[in-house]
């Protein structure tokens, strides 16, 4: 969304990353002004997918530059709002997968009631509207929320590194033998 957008052009944006971006230029929107379908409504699972999202927003924004008489690459006079609702989609998507994970963790006497925590990490716990919704997510379910600082969420690989000298420091999980492993490349 934030490529489509060009965000790159967009002055208060042009030095941060697209999720950074969309966060920044949503602080003052209003998320209200856009109404975006949530993804994946029809399918009562915890998978996520943004793919139905992003077509919806592609078309609303191509709309948008029609209506304004600007080309693709130009920067709409309403890219705050579509931020905004954007982010919010996003945020409620995520959050209405991880509630029905968690109860169907419950349910089925994976998690203990009492021990129930939710780890986010990764570049999406790094966005503050996400973040919050996902701690309210917790609290209102008694479950505990671990979350890294933000300045290590922004990079998966260094998340994946972390993670894995943490196992190392603690000889939990850590391959002494590479023999009979067989590797492929993505």
């Known amino acids: 969304v934030a490529r ?5 052009k967009h002055p208060e944006c042009h030095s941060m990353a697209g999720g950074k971006a969309i966060e920044h230029l949503a602080q003052t929107g209003d998320r209200h002004q856009y109404t975006f379908r949530l993804p994946m409504q029809q ?25 304004e008489g600007i080309q693709e690459g130009e920067i709409l006079s309403c890219v705050k709002n579509i931020a905004a609702a ?26 203990s009631s ?23 997510l917790s609290d209102a379910n008694d479950f505990a929320f671990l979350c890294p600082p933000p300045r290590l969420c922004t990079d998966n690989g260094v998340m994946i590194a972390w993670n894995g000298i943490e196992k190392l420091r603690a000889g939990v999980g850590v391959l002494h033998s590479t023999d009979g492993i067989r590797f492929e490349p993505k």
């Open 86 to 111: 954007v982010q919010h989609a996003v945020a409620v998507h995520i959050i209405q997968r991880t509630y029905r994970a968690m109860l169907f963790c419950i349910k089925n006497s994976i998690l």
């Open 114 to 136: 009492k021990t129930a925590t939710l780890v986010v990490s990764g570049g999406v716990a790094s966005n503050q509207y996400i973040r919050k919704g996902l701690q309210t």
């Open 43 to 67: 399918h009562r699972n915890c998978d996520f997918s943004f793919s139905g999202l992003q077509c919806v927003v592609n078309k609303a924004i191509k709309q948008k530059e029609k209506e």
């Open 4 to 8: 489509r957008l060009s965000l790159r």
